[in-house]
Nanobody, 127 residues
Framework: QVQLVESGGGLVQAGGSLRLSCAAS????????MAWFRQAPGKEREFVVG????????YYPDSVKDRFSISRDNAKNTVYLQMNSLKPEDTAVYYC????????????????????WGQGTQVTVSS
């Protein structure tokens, strides 16, 4: 079992930055593909970014590319999401997820391929 706890969310003005953290316990995250998803009210959970076990591969959809950056520190069992140039449409609850699937674009974007989820952290971007 892996327990994931997100932190770092909050209220920020458009154009601002936030850094989210996802601290894992129970098992080392080095064995897991890690990702961030988000879910806005009334919408489905949306893929934000994924990172391979080694950290050598990442994938960002166009909606966050060049603004968001994921990283992982396997020694600290923590994954980070640096979010810059935030927009009101980035407002959502952000979830950290861990899975054992291989790193392919189709795999990492699908929620059912993740075995563990955090409780989420709220990010609100005001205009």
């Amino acid at each position: 079992q892996v327990q994931l706890v997100e932190s770092g969310g909050g209220l920020v003005q458009a154009g601002g930055s936030l850094r989210l953290s996802c601290a894992a316990s129970g098992r080392t995250i080095s064995s897991y593909l890690m990702a961030w998803f988000r879910q806005a009210p009334g919408k489905e959970r949306e893929f934000v970014v994924g990172i391979s076990r080694s950290g050598g591969n990442t994938y960002y959809p166009d909606s966050v590319k060049d603004r968001f950056s994921i990283s992982r520190d396997n020694a600290k069992n923590t994954v980070y999401l640096q979010m810059n140039s935030l927009k009101p449409e980035d407002t959502a609850v952000y979830y950290c997820a861990a899975g054992v699937s291989s790193f392919t674009i189709a795999t990492i974007m699908t929620t059912r391929n993740y075995d563990y989820w955090g409780q989420g952290t709220q990010v609100t971007v005001s205009s």
